[in-house]
């Protein structure tokens, strides 16, 4: 599941007719670490926000877009400090509770991240992308019926929310409705052909219905935008494997272990590669350390 993470980069909410120096100073600093933040320099970026802080304790927004460049650099504790300081400072601040929803679920502590969804329910009432999240959160606490809702409410509001659509289908991806699932992935793709997690998931399913040269395009598609995906390398492994690209499909498929070591199905694949290559003994070998990983894991 892919969750969709919304940076809020905020303009100044202080206003100049404060009259002091030192908030003035703060807010000029703001900009600039907007500007590197922007610009994906978030080292840079903390630094012109910690200049902010230093000059305007108080300032809320350079806590939360602090946040925002800790989360980038996965410091994903020194985020949480600053939004809790940013929610500290102003209680109404709606989108540092989105915000430290998302740290929440970065972190794996969906039972918080549905919290703080939750207060902020009227205020983002109207918006695509909040029901989505609510939606990723559902997901991760085996709420399914109720993640579908929020998907379709993120639909109802905007029809072209190809993230929506997305991880709608991948519920049914779940459940092996592969039909309905195949359906939601075209949409998310024809709406953002850069939906990676859509084209993944559309090329497993055309791989499982034997399309294997139509799903070698999107799955490539997938890798070019995310190359070291563990598992989008280890579905094009088992693509090339299919349509007699062996050596190619060893080296795909090693480089995914390499990621992520304790995948069961890319071990599982490099026992097809051996069997392809008439190697039993080394196919029974990976499939053993397959099994030992996932004892549930299918086996042909």
């Given at each position: 599941m892919k969750n969709k993470s919304i940076l809020f980069i905020l303009s100044c909410l202080i206003f100049f007719s404060c009259g002091a120096d030192k908030k003035e100073?703060?807010?000029?600093?703001?900009?600039?670490?907007?500007?590197?933040?922007?610009?994906?320099?978030?080292?840079?970026a903390i630094h012109w926000f910690d200049e902010a802080i230093i000059q305007n304790p108080d300032f809320a927004d350079a806590f939360n877009n602090r946040a925002l460049a800790y989360?980038?650099?996965?410091?994903?504790?020194?985020?949480?400090?600053?939004?809790?300081?940013?929610?500290?400072?102003d209680k109404k601040y709606w989108e540092a509770?989105?915000?430290?929803?998302?740290?929440?679920?970065q972190k794996g502590?969906?039972?918080?991240?549905?919290?703080?969804?939750e207060k902020i329910a009227v205020p983002f009432k109207d918006s695509s992308f909040y029901f989505v999240s609510l939606g990723n959160v559902k997901v991760q606490l085996n709420n399914s019926s109720g993640a579908?809702?929020?998907?379709?409410?993120?639909?109802?509001?905007?029809?072209?929310?190809?993230?929506?659509?997305?991880?709608?289908g991948f519920?049914?991806?779940?459940?092996?409705?592969?039909?309905?699932a195949k359906k939601d992935f075209q949409k998310a793709i024809a709406i953002n052909p850069k939906q990676d997690f859509a084209l993944n998931n559309l090329a497993f399913i055309l791989s499982e219905e034997q399309k294997f040269q139509e799903a070698k395009v999107?799955?490539?598609?997938?890798?070019?935008?995310?190359?070291?995906?563990?598992?989008?390398?280890?579905?094009?492994?088992?693509?090339?494997?299919?349509i007699g690209k062996l050596e190619q499909a060893k080296e795909t498929?090693?480089?995914?272990?390499?990621?992520?070591?304790?995948?069961?199905?890319?071990?599982?694949?490099?026992?097809?590669?051996?069997?392809?290559?008439?190697?039993?003994?080394?196919?029974?070998?990976k499939f053993t350390e397959a099994k030992k990983l996932d004892n549930s894991i299918e086996i042909k």
């Open positions: 100073e703060a807010i000029k600093f703001f900009q600039r670490g907007n500007y590197k933040l922007k610009d994906k320099e978030y080292q840079e989360q980038k650099l996965d410091k994903l504790d020194e985020a949480l400090v600053d939004l809790d300081k940013a929610i500290e400072l509770y989105y915000n430290r929803s998302e740290i929440f679920f502590d969906f039972q918080n991240s549905l919290v703080d969804l579908t809702a929020d998907y379709e409410k993120a639909l109802r509001i905007n029809p072209k929310n190809a993230e929506a659509y997305s991880n709608h519920i049914y991806f779940e459940n092996k409705q592969y039909d309905l999107f799955s490539e598609q997938a890798i070019a935008i995310k190359p070291t995906d563990a598992i989008y390398l280890n579905n094009y492994g088992y693509i090339l494997l299919q498929l090693e480089r995914s272990l390499r990621i992520n070591p304790q995948n069961a199905y890319t071990l599982r694949n490099l026992g097809y590669y051996f069997r392809k290559i008439g190697k039993e003994a080394e196919a029974q070998a």
